[in-house]
Structure formats: C-alpha cells, structure tokens
C-alpha cells in the first residue's frame, strides 16, 4: 500500500509537522473523479458533430493533439489536450439515471445476490494511508439532482466516504465552547472503552471496529477543517479557479489531495438538457472547461498531476437527435469520458462514433472496461479479491478489459 | 366589430426539415420567409393556391436564427456569427458582415427602412447601415455573465415605432433601453423572474429573455418568456409576459399562464388591444391570446409544435408563425366579427 504517514499542507499540517515526506507524498497515489450527473453531452465536449444534422450549432476547434477536435466550449483544454485522454467509445446499454449511476460508479451490472461498491469507495480502500487521520475519501455532492451516495457494498459502512451534501466545508467540527481539546480526547477514550466492552463476545463487532475508525478519523478531521478553507488559498488561485460553485469545489478538492485523502470525488450537477440543450451546455460546458484546465494545471505546478489520476465521467451521454424542445435526451449507445493525470498516456484518443455520433464504430468499451483502466491507471491489481463472506470478488468484473490505449 | 381570438384557425401547415428560428414577410409580394437550423432560407409563396415550401437559399454556416426584410434584400442573422443580405429574388448573396464576436440571435429592421440592429452572445447591441453594412453604433450595457459566475446570453431585440429607441433584453431577465441616435443607455428594466437559477438541486439556469415588442402606440414594451421554472432540466415553468410603461420604469402589467413554455415571440395586434404570444415547452406549443388589461390569457390555441416566431400581418387578417413543424399560417378573419 502506498502512502504517506503524515498529512499535510505547507502550513496546515494536521499533525502540527511541515511535512518532512514531500516526496513520498508526490509519490502516493490519488483520484479524483469529476462527476457530471444527469448526463453531459458528448457533443457538446469531447465527441463534436459539427455540420452534421445532429451535431447543433456548436463549432469544433483544434486541441494540442493533432487531428482531434473539441467543442469550441472548451478553449482551455484543447490546448491541455496533451494531459488528457479521451475515450470516445462508451456503449453501456443504460439509459435511465439511477441504474446507469450504479453502472458507470460501480463498473459492474446488478447483480440480486451482491452489492458491489462504488469504485471510489474500492480506490479509497486500496489507496489509504494507513495512519492518515484525514478521509480516504470525500464526496462533494452539493446539489440534489441525482445525487447518490457512494455504495459501500459489501465492504461495509465502515467504508463509506465523508459526505458533503450541504456546504463544501463540513459543518460542526469545531469543538463546542467551553470543552478542551484534552476533554475531548478523554470523551473520545470513554467511548471507544465502552464500545470495546459492548462489541466483546458479540456478534457484529466488525460494526464498532467500523465506529471506531469512523471517530478516529473525525479526530483527524476536527484538526483539519483548514484543509476545507479555500480562502487560505492565495487570490490569485482563488480568482483562476472562478467563483462558480463547481470551482470552489475542485479548489477544495485540489487542498485535499494535496493533503493526501487519497479519493475524492466532485459532483457538479445537473447536465440532463431534455430542454434547451445548448443554452445549458453554454452555461455548463465553459465552467467545467475553466475549472478542469486549471484544476490540471495546479495539480501539474504543484507536481501531483503524475501522481493523481483525474477522471471525468457521467451516467451517459445524450442523444444525438434534436428533440422538439431543442434538448437532447439520455443516450448510453455512443458516448464519452475523459482522464488525465496519474498513469495516462496524455493526448491519447481512444475510439470512434460514426459522422452523426449514432453508434460506436471502433474500440468500443463498457462501464467494467472504463472501472478496469480506472485501476490499472494507479497501479491496482484487477485481480486481487475481496471476500463477501465466503465468495471472493475481484476487484475489477472477471471479463473487464483495461483500455490499455490511454494508459502510460 | 368585436375581435374574438377564439375564432383564430390554422389555416395552412407546411413542413421543413429541423426548426424554423427566424421568420419574415415580404408584404409587398406575399411571400414569408424562414430561418432553418440546417444553415437555408425557406419561403412559402402565400399567393400560390397550393401553398408549399422551397429552400431558397443556403448562404449560412450554422443555424439561420432571425429574418428581416430591407428592400429587396431579406437579411438573415446566424449562429455564424454573420449577417448576410440576400436578394430576394435571385438568391444572390449581396453582402455579408461578420456581425458579432458570437452567436447573433436577434435582428430587427428600423421603420425607416435604412438601418438594422442585431445582439450577439458578445453581449452587444449593433447597428448597422442596412443599404452598406456599415456598422453605425456598438451599444454596451449588457452583464457579461450570470450573477453566479456563469455565460450568459442577450436574446431578444425591439425597437420602438418611431425607431426612436431600442430594447434589449438577455438571459438575467434584464432589458436595456437605448436611444437610436445617440448610442446612450437610458435605463435598465429588471424582470428577474424570466431567469431561473436553481442553486439547490441542479446548479444552473434557465430562461431569459426570449422576445420583446413594442407596441403600435410605442409607449408599452411587451417582454416574454418563462415564468419561475421548477425543473430547470426543461421549459417547466408558466409561460409569462410583463407589459411595462418603459419609459418610466415602471412595469403595468404581468400575463401568465400554467400552460409549462417559454414565449419565443410577442407581437401586438394592429388594430386591437391584444398581444399574441407563441413558444413552447413542457406543456407543448402555445398561442396565447392576451387582453392586455388581463393576467390570464383569454384563449390559448394549440399550434402544431412549438412555435419561435410570429407576425400579425399589418391588416391583422392573418397570423403568420414559425417553429418546430415548419411554417404555420393561421386565419384570424374569422376571429374578427
């Protein structure tokens, strides 16, 4: 397991100590996942149809990478294209946002017998430092539109993500006025006594091993609410980023990572254009192209981008026909996804759509194959098993095939 | 005579391919002109006794989004970026100006014949010299985005009968009022409730400004467009006019319906205290029929799809409109008694 022992950034350390394993922490690896729910267009990002019936009104410009177009919605990244990887061969049957956000976020059908976790919550769980008191994971999901908790499946509650649902800063971490910090840690040994003495001899101890470490990591947490402050961030950062929602949140997720949480994952809702398709990915589309440049640039200065894998993804894409309310529909038959970052082949382009965007034409993939290069690209062993009770579970689906492609 | 917009009838229906934006008509030679999303200029000969549709011409690179008539010329604006003047007659294109750093969503024609204007998604207001292509003015008064940060959009242009004065409106619910001869801003009006941003379950927005008309007198500016919308995934909000006293500020009336649609197009009755409005959206398309003095409209007919654009021909006989099925002509003879 890689990782670091210590958890830091430059003057807000949460064990009081600069980090003295800078290297080791460019070193350890980290996600993060760039969810664009309700469905973004591919045509309207990575897989433009311009000139064609179903391609709208939006132009192609020319990227870094030669001879691959973007939607002119994105400036700032078809130069950066030579960090980014694209595959634009995504065929996964599912259509409806539910089944298709288990789908794409678990890299695995349904299955009655088994539930499986959220690739996140997987990533999280291999990545770990294994005495980081920060998260392994945190889940910026701000808006309500779709919004999904991470599935822990059969690893259990203990697994789950630290949540951020209503602020982008967790709230009521701050100790309450009047108790010491040196109350609180005997509060804090009191209770993991009484646990203890509870869960001996009984059945489901695995459950109060699980609040222990979830307290244990709130301890962590309360010493790291700095880490959430984006207004330590200089100006200048601040202003590159933007004022959007969405760009406060990767700035955060951004502090995060470089503290070493090794998961993170933003939500930036909700791209389901039935109506007014391009009037919304007009809106959408130049924030994501803003935020997602930058983010990619930070992360490349501050020498993390090698060492962080950034994934773009959505529940599906949309339809290449026009609707009567000039809105595209759910469409999972040919859409897109985007990486960068930690073991990507750069400027890589993977697959092809016909000339309207209607099917998949070469290198088609599914939502295992995109889970399968998700762990590949940090170095995770597709074959290592889990256990759910006595049935062992890979780690990516048996049949997955990692898009080797796009990766380094 | 009592005029009753529940006899108002479709007369005629005739297709194109994708959407009609943009709609004109050549009085002089009856003949209506529309903007389509696949780049051509179609046109319906309202004389011929078989009415049909030809794709006239195809001089754009990208959706035609608004139609003007200048003479002999109809002057097509485009996502192009462009605005290009084109002799009705012979399909020759006659001259054509790159029109603003953007999409250019609007154009309207001064009533005296010899100057354009248009707004882009550069956020300008342009005029232009419709007999050169000279750009005369370049009117900036316009937010350059949303308040929350994002793009934003200026959608719709009008201007006064007396071509006096200009209106504005874009994506926020704002209209600007300029006057013609000097360029100068004279006032903001603010109709926030056309822009829905929902920072709680979707982050984003949707709505704006989607149609302005003055009216015949020049003292009422009609502003249309959606109503607060519950999903912003669509046009799921009540179809909504304001009339405002604009030169006071002041705003006189508020029109709306549950029908769920965005108003692409205002126009004023002629002769009658009526605004006719057309859209479409979750409800499907609309004609609404307002008595300016009323909240609720007092009909609403069912158009065949959703409707971009309208004209009230000027002896206010028929109703000729445009949208997603094509041409529509509709028969308000019979709704004048």
């Known amino acids: 397991m890689a990782g670091a022992t210590t958890a830091g950034l430059a003057g807000v350390g949460i064990t009081g100590e600069v980090s003295a394993a800078s290297e080791l922490k460019r070193n350890q690896k980290r996600v993060l996942c760039i969810w664009l729910a309700g469905g973004s267009s591919q045509f309207e990002t990575w897989d433009p149809k311009p000139s064609r019936e179903t391609g709208g009104p939006f132009r192609s410009i020319p990227t870094a990478v030669p001879g691959y177009h973007v939607c002119e919605l994105m400036p700032k990244l078809a130069k950066q294209m030579n960090k980014i990887a694209v595959v634009r061969s995504l065929n996964t049957g599912i259509s409806e946002h539910g089944l298709a956000a288990d789908l794409i976020s678990t890299g695995r059908p349904k299955e009655p017998a088994l539930e499986y976790p959220e690739i996140g919550v997987l990533l999280a769980k291999e990545l770990a430092a294994r005495e980081s008191k920060l998260p392994d994971y945190v889940s910026f999901f701000l808006s309500t539109e779709g919004r999904r908790r991470p599935a822990t499946g059969f690893l259990g509650g203990s697994n789950a993500p630290m949540l951020l649902e209503k602020a982008a800063r967790p709230s009521d971490i701050e100790l309450p006025n009047g108790l010491s910090d040196l109350k609180h840690k005997e509060r804090e040994h009191l209770r993991e006594v009484l646990s203890n003495e509870f869960a001996r001899g009984r059945v489901g101890g695995q459950m109060v091993n699980g609040y222990n470490s979830a307290y244990a990591k709130v301890r962590g947490l309360m010493q790291s609410d700095q880490l959430f402050d984006i207004d330590k961030e200089p100006a200048a950062v601040r202003e590159r980023y933007g004022r959007t929602v969405f760009g406060q949140q990767c700035l955060a997720a951004r502090r995060l990572l470089e503290a070493g949480v090794p998961m993170v994952k933003v939500a930036r809702g909700f791209w389901d254009s039935h109506h007014d398709n391009f009037e919304s990915h007009r809106e959408l589309v130049p924030d994501f192209d803003n935020v997602m440049s930058t983010l990619l640039t930070d992360l490349d200065e501050r020498g993390l981008l090698q060492s962080t894998l950034v994934v773009v993804l959505s529940e599906f894409g949309r339809t290449p026909k026009i609707n009567k309310n000039v809105g595209r529909d759910h469409y999972a038959a040919a859409w897109s996804c985007g990486f960068a970052g930690c073991g990507i082949k750069g400027g890589a382009i993977h697959g092809k759509t016909d000339a309207d965007g209607k099917t998949v034409t070469d290198g088609e993939v599914d939502a295992s194959d995109v889970a399968a290069t998700i762990y590949k690209a940090v170095g995770i062993d597709l074959h290592k098993e889990y256990y759910s009770g006595l049935r062992p579970v890979p780690i990516a689906k048996e049949d997955a095939k990692p898009i080797d492609s796009i990766l380094s | ?337």
């Open chain 2, 1 to 337: 005579m009592a005029f009753d917009p529940k006899n108002a009838k479709l007369n005629t229906a005739c297709e194109v391919p994708g959407i009609l934006f943009g709609l004109c008509h050549d009085a002089a030679r009856d003949k209506l002109y529309g903007a389509g999303t696949d780049w051509s200029v179609y046109c319906v000969d309202l004389k011929a006794e078989n009415l049909t549709t030809e794709k006239k011409w195809t001089n754009h690179e990208n959706y035609v989004s608004a139609l003007g008539l200048l003479g002999n010329d109809v002057i097509s604006a485009s996502y192009d970026r462009r605005i290009i003047w084109t002799n009705a007659e012979t399909g020759e294109q006659v001259r054509s100006v790159v029109a603003h750093k953007g999409w250019v969503r609007d154009l309207a024609v001064f009533p005296n014949g010899k100057q354009l204007v248009s707004v882009g998604d550069d956020m300008l207001v342009n005029i232009w010299n419709g007999e050169t292509g000279e750009l005369l003015n370049t009117l900036d008064g316009h937010d350059k985005q949303t308040p929350q940060g994002y793009t934003t959009a200026l959608y719709a242009v009008a201007i006064a009968p007396d071509g006096k004065h200009i209106a504005s409106g874009d994506r926020t619910g704002t209209v600007c009022i300029w006057e013609t001869s000097t360029g100068k801003l004279l006032g903001k009006l603010h109709a926030p409730t056309f822009y829905t941003y929902d920072a709680r379950a979707r982050v984003r927005s949707i709505g704006g400004i989607r149609s302005l008309c003055f009216s015949p007198d020049g003292l009422m500016l009609a502003i249309g467009g959606i109503g607060l919308v519950s999903n912003v995934d669509g046009f799921v909000g009540p179809c909504r006019m304001e009339l405002w006293d604009w030169q006071t500020g002041q705003r006189t009336g508020t029109c709306q319906d549950k029908h769920n649609a965005v108003l692409n197009q205002i126009a004023f009755h002629p002769s009658e205290p009526y605004v006719i409005a057309a859209g479409g959206g979750d409800s499907g398309g609309i004609l609404a029929f307002w008595d300016t003095k009323k909240e609720k409209p007092i009909h609403k007919a069912k158009p065949k799809g959703h409707l971009q654009q309208l004209i009230v021909t000027p002896d206010g006989n028929r109703l000729l409109a445009a949208g997603h099925d094509g041409f529509q002509i509709w028969d308000l003879v019979g709704a004048t008694k």
